[in-house]
């Protein structure tokens, strides 16, 4: 009994640390800035099969529910990512699900060269110079890295970056231990200012 007791502390543990790690990652390195318009810039992730994967799709609903509930006319979403292999770019897969499954009418700009994440924001930055809002959206140990690129390689447009709704409580709960120990390893290059949480 006592046993089981103990497994299920630990448990509960690795969960409430899985969650409180991906709720902090979602809030750093992002500000409060104004202005009407807004674009969310989806990343994409290895997908090599004809349709958007699962982390893919849930990337896009992730994208597409940050977008502000007054900001929807002046609004974009930014797919970025390129092929895997011989297929077609993971920007085109997210798109197309987007618009076929859960049928988003709004503006969508597809970035499809990119490889790593690096390449990710240093190919969308021309797609975000006329913006006054921009959110990052993937698993919060991913926006956080993109954001921290972003604001090496434009610190002027990572002033405009807010936070996008790609963390929500008790989703992802019981993969969010095995999410934040990949998260750590994923962060281990960001400086200490980088880390800086925003509330």
């Known amino acids: 009994m006592r046993r089981r007791t103990g497994v299920a502390l630990a448990a509960a543990a ?5 969650e409180w790690l991906n709720w902090r990652w979602s809030r750093t390195l992002v500000g409060d800035s104004g202005g009407a318009a807004e674009a969310v810039v ?3 992730y290895r997908n ?9 799709r849930w990337r896009v609903r992730a994208g597409i529910r940050s977008i502000a509930a007054d900001s929807t006319q002046a609004a974009r979403v930014i797919f970025s990512g390129g092929a895997t292999g011989s297929g077609a770019a993971e920007a085109r897969l997210m798109a197309d699900y987007a618009r ?8 969508v700009l597809l970035e499809d ?3 790593t994440t690096w390449e990710n924001i240093t190919n969308v930055i021309p797609l975000l110079e006329d913006i006054d809002r ?5 698993q919060p140990a991913h926006a956080l890295k993109a954001r921290a690129y972003l604001r ?3 610190p002027d447009l990572a002033e405009r970056l807010v936070r996008a709704d790609d963390y929500r409580p ?4 019981i993969v969010k231990p095995l999410l934040a120990l990949y998260g750590l390893w994923t962060l281990r290059g960001l400086r200490t200012d980088e880390r800086k949480i925003s509330l």
Do not use: C, H, Y
């Not at 076929?100 to 503006?107: K, P, Q, R, W, Y």
């Not at 921009?134 to 993937?138: E, G, M, T, V």
């Not at 008790?170 to 709960?173: F, I, L, R």
């Open 14 to 18: 690795a969960l409430a640390w899985g």
């Open 42 to 44: 989806v990343l994409g």
């Open 48 to 56: 090599p099969q004809a349709t958007a994967n699962l982390i893919n």
């Open 100 to 107: 076929s499954v859960l049928a988003f009418d709004g503006t």
């Open 113 to 115: 060269r990119s490889g």
């Open 134 to 138: 921009i959110k990052i959206a993937s």
């Open 152 to 154: 090496r390689q434009r």
């Open 170 to 173: 008790g989703e992802w709960m």
